[in-house]
């Protein structure tokens, strides 16, 4: 699993771009991947977009200035790389607000996946939100990032991100609630 | 961090893991398939110079060819005295202007969507780049200062715009969307009027930080079929208020 975002921290990689590329597919693969999976929902069009990833990572590299960790960066370019994926398969144009994806793979889960997810305790609430929190709660919950990478990779204002996942939390705990059930 | 919230956490990554993303790993297969990618690049690029005059040459032959066929064709079924009117190119000109360069840099991606928002300058060149129907505030709570605008989309036909106002840690940002496909939200608080238009508020609970209370909302509205958006560290009050003092680039670009 990929560690916590820090601050700046390119100089932990090697600034040959085919050596750090290397660092980045063994620290950030799976995430990418994952994250990939997260936005697009199928497996193929996941792997696709992650080594897409990973090819702008490695042009980019160089100009890249480390205003941001290199999760934070290479998530943004997941993001981007999934709008753009998107936008292929949709054949229609990207909804727009940054933050307002509308899709997640909690909404695009086959029959199957869905009664697996009906039998967890967390992830059938996190379903059941409108599906622009699930961005944000994927992105904090699940990849560690925080609101201000969470703002950085998605273009959001961070006042934006943070609003968005407090509502988030505060209706995950109502639903909670409701059910008798608290964390 | 509370202890809430790391339960939080642990649920969800293990949920994730196990229900959404189990067997879904960046496997060595997958990273031999990225260096593969690459050296194919490095290798087009080192033959390009000698590709892309061979390519050019071969474009320009084969647009001429179908370009003097369609004009023979043309003059064939055309008015006689057609070749000669004012407005007819003459023959021996330039190439033909393909719309797509036949051999793009391999830094380009292969389609773009203009996805990757850029970045302007002022309410002015954000007009420019969205349409007449974008419109700005009039009105800033107390503090607030414009931070940052960013557009998406082609050259003067954006699909949207983010602006995005700061004051100190608080921030708030204002959507502005043409999408056909975007919606009102389904889940709201409130109704609420906006200059004569529904406006669907949101209104989070406050933020709670280092014991100062923020509160946080959102509101949705059309108008001009533009649907805006405002998210962020402001309260109910400001974001009506901000809405309600919308007005066309123009308008305050005059002021």
């Known amino acids: ?183 | 961090m509370t202890s809430q919230e790391d339960k939080l956490r642990d649920f969800v990554k293990s949920e994730a893991d196990e229900m959404l993303f189990s067997n879904l790993h960046f496997d060595s297969h997958m990273c031999e398939k990225v260096k593969q990618r690459i050296q194919h690049e490095a290798n087009l690029q080192e033959e390009s110079p000698v590709r892309r005059t061979r390519m050019r040459s071969l474009r320009w032959f084969a647009g001429t060819t179908v370009a003097a066929i369609f004009i023979g064709l043309f003059l064939f079924l055309a008015e006689p005295d057609f070749s000669n009117s004012p407005g007819s190119p003459p023959l021996d000109q330039e190439p033909p202007v393909t719309l797509m360069d036949p051999d793009p840099p391999i830094d380009d991606p292969p389609v773009n969507y203009n996805n990757e928002p850029r970045i302007l300058g002022s309410y002015e060149e954000a007009g420019q780049a969205f349409g007449d129907k974008l419109r700005v505030p009039s009105y800033l709570p107390e503090g607030y200062s414009l931070q940052q605008i960013s557009v998406t989309g082609p050259n003067e036909a954006a699909r949207a715009a983010v602006f995005s106002y700061t004051a100190g840690e608080r921030s708030f940002g204002l959507f502005a969307d043409k999408s056909a496909n975007s919606s009102m939200p389904q889940h709201f608080d409130e109704t609420v009027d906006v200059n004569g238009a529904a406006g669907y508020l949101i209104a989070g609970e406050p933020l709670q930080d280092d014991g100062l209370t923020t509160p946080n909302v959102e509101l949705h509205w059309y108008t001009d079929d533009i649907h805006f958006m405002i998210s962020g560290l402001v309260s109910a009050e400001e974001a009506l208020r901000i809405a309600r003092s919308m007005e066309p680039v123009k308008h305050i670009n005059q002021r």
């Open chain 1, 1 to 183: 699993m990929a560690r916590p975002a820090g601050p700046n921290d390119k100089s932990r990689y090697p600034s040959e771009p085919s050596l750090a590329l290397e660092q980045f597919m063994t620290e950030y693969g799976t995430s990418i991947l994952r994250t990939a999976y997260f936005y697009l929902g199928d497996r193929h069009l996941a792997e696709d977009v992650s080594q897409e990833v990973f090819l702008r990572a490695f042009r980019h590299w160089t100009s890249f200035r480390g205003d941001s960790s290199v999760k934070t960066w290479l998530t943004k370019i997941a993001i981007h790389a999934c709008r753009d994926k998107q936008g292929l398969k949709m054949m229609k144009e990207q909804p727009t607000d940054p933050l307002l994806m509308e899709n997640s793979v909690l909404r695009s889960v086959e029959e199957e996946a869905l009664e697996r997810l009906d039998q967890t305790t967390i992830l059938k609430f996190i379903a059941a939100l409108p599906v622009h929190y699930h961005e944000v709660i994927y992105l904090y919950y699940y990849l560690d990032l925080g609101t201000r990478d969470i703002a950085e990779a998605t273009g959001a204002p961070e006042g934006t991100v943070r609003g968005r996942l407090h509502r988030a939390r505060a209706l995950l705990g109502e639903y909670l609630a409701r059910e008798g059930l608290a964390l």
